[in-house]
């Protein structure tokens, strides 16, 4: 299995697959262009948004990366 051995080469997450390995990285973290490599860091903002409309009220979650 390609994984066992160095992580596969990747950086961060190494998924098997078929015909070898694939690399990924955390979620909002961009793969470069080797394939291999997770560069740089996440910064994640969770913003919420009050809405009042009539007698409604809502909040919307949004989660925002920033690279």
Partial sequence: EKCAVNN???STFCLPTPFGRSCACEE???LEKDGRTCKGGKLSINLSVHVKSNKFHSYEVMKIYIQ
């Fill in 28 to 30: 909002g973290v961009l």
């Fill in 8 to 10: 596969g080469l990747c």
